[in-house]
């Protein structure tokens, strides 16, 4: 349910030194800089024109009158402070989580802490590997249909003509799952330039050479290309972990719809919201889109403005459930939309 966190495997004592230095990092003067700014450092330079876009999404914010998708939450009264805000939503976190773990990998090895874990990794691996195989011969999956491909020579040869995005993508390791189910055009990015490194250096060693990895903020993205297949496990909850979660969350959809495709999926993996709470949110962004595009002079009239930007499209249903509150609910929510 929404507001559980899962601890991540494999953490060591170069994981726990890295947090240590991460809280020493995230001074008052830091979180001041990180509410103003998610800007990167990298071979990009900075981010351009983000005030403008922290101050647009604040206003639509506003002006939706909008509860915050921290706030919705099927079992509790309250919002949980702590998964409101944490230092988990700061780039100076990750800096100092990844420069431990590259430091870690170079002397042991180590790739690092796999966020959910592997069993969730292989399962959201193997998952959209079916549904992205279904798409391309023609069945697409509705709110009720599972997700069922057949294993095939041509699914596997379909699969490598499929652009793939993995946003936030830490040391790499879904990427190396996906090209185990037979995808090849990856892409992998992280506003952590130590993030970035370990993920190279991983995949270098285990015979991943083939992916791509760039330094790049998807909250400011200057990528311009559009990608067939985008992946978030995990991203968009730490964003949604920074004191301003619910205008950057504002900013994602917005940077995302522009990163899938037409015809393209999203699959966004969480731990702090569940399938519904996601599916909530893709229909407050595009009614938000809707009404925008309509106040463009004359375009009222137009039924192509009436469309959705994102339609629900199927989630993964095998994860263990639990009741805690009169309600049913997984640890982990993956839910798949297509861009229209």
């Known amino acids: 349910m929404a507001g559980i966190r899962l601890q991540p495997e494999d953490s060591d004592a170069s994981q726990q030194q890295a947090?240590?230095?991460?809280?020493d990092l995230v001074s008052d003067d830091d979180r001041s800089v990180a509410a103003d700014s998610w800007s990167i450092k990298s071979?990009?330079?900075?981010?351009?024109?983000?005030?403008?876009?922290?101050?647009?999404?604040?206003?639509?914010?506003?002006?939706?009158?909008?509860?915050?998708?921290?706030?919705?939450?099927?079992?509790?009264?309250?919002?949980?402070a702590d998964a409101v805000s944490s230092m988990l939503g700061f780039q100076s976190y990750w800096d100092a989580a990844y420069a431990g773990e590259l430091t870690n990998?170079?002397?042991?090895?180590?790739?690092?802490?796999?966020?959910?874990g592997a069993d969730v990794m292989e399962v959201v691996a193997s998952w959209t590997k079916d549904l992205c195989v279904d798409i391309s011969q023609g069945r697409i999956p509705n709110h009720v249909d599972d997700v069922k491909a057949e294993a095939s020579e041509?699914?596997?040869?379909?699969?490598?003509?499929?652009?793939?995005?993995?946003?936030?993508?830490?040391?790499?390791?879904?990427?190396?799952?996906?090209?185990?189910?037979?995808?090849?055009?990856?892409?992998?990015?992280?506003?952590?330039?130590?993030?970035?490194?370990?993920?190279?250096?991983?995949?270098?060693?285990?015979?991943?050479?083939?992916?791509?990895?760039?330094?790049?903020?998807?909250?400011?993205?200057?990528?311009?290309?559009?990608?067939?297949?985008v992946m978030d496990k995990g991203t968009l909850d730490a964003i949604g972990l920074h004191p301003d979660g619910p205008v950057k969350r504002m900013m994602?959809?917005?940077?995302?719809?522009?990163?899938?495709?037409?015809?393209?999926?999203?699959?966004?993996?969480?731990?702090?919201?569940?399938?519904?709470?996601?599916?909530?949110?893709?229909?407050?962004?595009?009614?938000?889109?809707?009404?925008?595009?309509?106040?463009?002079?004359?375009?009222?009239?137009?039924?192509?403005?009436?469309?959705?930007?994102f339609q629900y499209l199927s989630h993964v249903r095998t994860y263990p459930t639990f009741m805690f509150g009169g309600s049913v609910g997984s640890r982990v929510a993956t839910v798949a939309f297509l861009r229209k």
Not at 170 to 184: C, T
Not at 253 to 276: E, M, Q
Request: charged share 25%; with cysteine.
């Open 19 to 23: 947090r240590a230095v991460a809280a």
């Open 105 to 116: 990998f170079r002397e042991h090895g180590h790739a690092g802490e796999v966020w959910f």
């Open 252 to 309: 994602y959809w917005d940077s995302v719809a522009k990163l899938v495709a037409p015809g393209g999926v999203l699959v966004i993996t969480s731990c702090n919201s569940t399938k519904d709470e996601l599916i909530q949110e893709v229909e407050s962004f595009n009614r938000r889109k809707i009404a925008a595009a309509q106040e463009v002079e004359g375009a009222k009239d137009d039924e192509s403005c009436r469309d959705p930007v």
């Open 154 to 229: 041509l699914g596997n040869k379909v699969l490598s003509s499929w652009s793939v995005l993995d946003i936030g993508t830490g040391n790499g390791l879904l990427l190396q799952e996906l090209a185990k189910q037979g995808f090849s055009d990856l892409t992998g990015t992280d506003y952590s330039e130590g993030a970035i490194s370990l993920a190279q250096s991983v995949a270098n060693r285990d015979g991943f050479s083939d992916i791509k990895f760039l330094v790049d903020d998807v909250l400011a993205t200057k990528l311009e290309q559009e990608f067939q297949l």
């Open 43 to 80: 071979e990009y330079g900075s981010t351009l024109d983000d005030d403008q876009r922290h101050a647009d999404a604040a206003e639509a914010l506003n002006n939706a009158n909008l509860p915050p998708p921290s706030d919705y939450s099927s079992d509790k009264d309250e919002p949980d």
